[in-house]
């Protein structure tokens, strides 16, 4: 459609709503799978910001990764490419149709859709093919490590806190991250990041992740100590309930057999005469 000219618009904009979102929908509502597609799942304060450390984590060492390969032979020209499609729109455009609408279309198929058919793999398996098949469906060797990363990361994150829309959230943020890199690296070879900056992302996306993915495995162990604790209480009530049920039974009075109408059957086993 690019190569016959078709209006920019739709391809940036509505092409990716129809050929993700709408499919998503649609298949969801005919399988009733819609909120396993879209999971809203309420977090507490931690929870959100456990999800938020992890996600930046990822940003960063994505950020810091693609930035060393950006070096490479064959990247400028991708760069090039995209600051020309990105000169055709002002700012508030930009945001709105490289930032947010990219972050909800792929989530939607990636960390929705496909991850939710991908849960019975267990969670590794599941966030790194995830990710992996976000980085392939980007069509370039060069932004593929990034990309994969970022997506593995965001998969984690829609995981572990059963929200999607906080993936989308963080996602939007990245993109718009990339776009103001971008602007700043306009001016040429000049203004390129430094090494020294790009090792400061990426450590402290290393930082970030070892925090977020420690801080999910401890409220993980806490929610499950939590159940179990619950659990074993209610199974103590149970037995207690049986123990109390039994001595109130023993200790209960019992009628004395009428010798005219006992036959030594058990109670309730004979019909009205």
């Given at each position: 459609?690019?190569?016959?000219g078709g209006p920019l618009?739709?391809?940036?904009?509505?092409?990716?709503?129809?050929?993700?979102?709408?499919?998503?929908?649609?298949?969801?509502?005919?399988?009733?799978?819609?909120?396993?597609?879209?999971?809203?799942?309420?977090?507490?304060?931690?929870?959100?910001?456990?999800?938020?450390?992890?996600?930046?984590?990822?940003?960063?060492?994505?950020?810091?990764?693609?930035?060393?390969?950006?070096?490479?032979?064959?990247?400028?020209?991708?760069?090039?490419?995209?600051?020309?499609?990105?000169?055709?729109?002002?700012?508030?455009?930009?945001?709105?149709?490289?930032?947010?609408?990219?972050?909800?279309?792929?989530?939607?198929?990636?960390?929705?859709?496909?991850?939710?058919?991908?849960?019975?793999?267990?969670?590794?398996?599941?966030?790194?093919?995830?990710?992996?098949?976000?980085?392939?469906?980007?069509?370039?060797?060069?932004?593929?490590?990034?990309?994969?990363?970022?997506?593995?990361?965001l998969a984690v994150v829609?995981?572990?806190?059963?929200?999607l829309w906080v993936a989308?959230?963080?996602?939007?943020?990245?993109?718009?991250?990339?776009?103001?890199?971008?602007?700043?690296?306009?001016?040429?070879?000049?203004?390129?990041?430094?090494?020294?900056?790009?090792?400061?992302?990426?450590?402290?996306?290393?930082?970030?992740?070892?925090?977020?993915?420690?801080?999910?495995?401890?409220?993980?162990?806490?929610?499950?100590?939590?159940?179990?604790?619950?659990?074993?209480?209610?199974?103590?009530?149970?037995?207690?309930?049986?123990?109390?049920?039994?001595?109130?039974?023993?200790?209960?009075?019992?009628?004395?057999?009428?010798?005219?109408?006992?036959?030594?059957?058990?109670?309730?086993?004979?019909?009205?005469?």
């Open positions: 459609m690019a190569a016959r618009l739709f391809l940036v904009a509505v092409l990716p709503l129809l050929s993700f979102v709408a499919p998503v929908l649609a298949w969801g509502w005919l399988r009733g799978r819609l909120p396993d597609f879209f999971p809203a799942r309420h977090l507490s304060a931690r929870g959100l910001a456990q999800a938020l450390i992890l996600a930046a984590g990822g940003s960063l060492a994505a950020l810091a990764l693609a930035g060393a390969l950006s070096a490479l032979p064959g990247a400028r020209g991708e760069e090039a490419a995209l600051r020309s499609l990105l000169g055709g729109f002002p700012p508030a455009a930009q945001l709105l149709l490289f930032a947010l609408l990219p972050a909800l279309s792929e989530e939607v198929l990636f960390r929705g859709a496909l991850l939710s058919a991908l849960r019975p793999w267990g969670a590794l398996p599941a966030c790194l093919a995830s990710g992996l098949l976000f980085g392939l469906f980007h069509g370039s060797v060069l932004r593929f490590a990034p990309v994969a990363l970022l997506g593995t990361v829609v995981w572990r806190t059963g929200n989308v959230a963080c996602h939007a943020l990245h993109n718009a991250a990339i776009l103001w890199v971008l602007d700043e690296t306009a001016g040429g070879a000049a203004r390129e990041p430094s090494a020294l900056l790009l090792a400061v992302a990426g450590g402290l996306g290393i930082v970030f992740l070892s925090a977020g993915l420690r801080g999910f495995g401890a409220g993980a162990s806490d929610e499950e100590g939590r159940k179990g604790s619950k659990s074993q209480s209610v199974d103590g009530l149970k037995e207690h309930g049986t123990g109390v049920e039994g001595a109130m039974l023993e200790g209960a009075p019992r009628s004395k057999p009428d010798p005219e109408t006992d036959n030594g059957e058990p109670p309730g086993t004979r019909f009205p005469s």
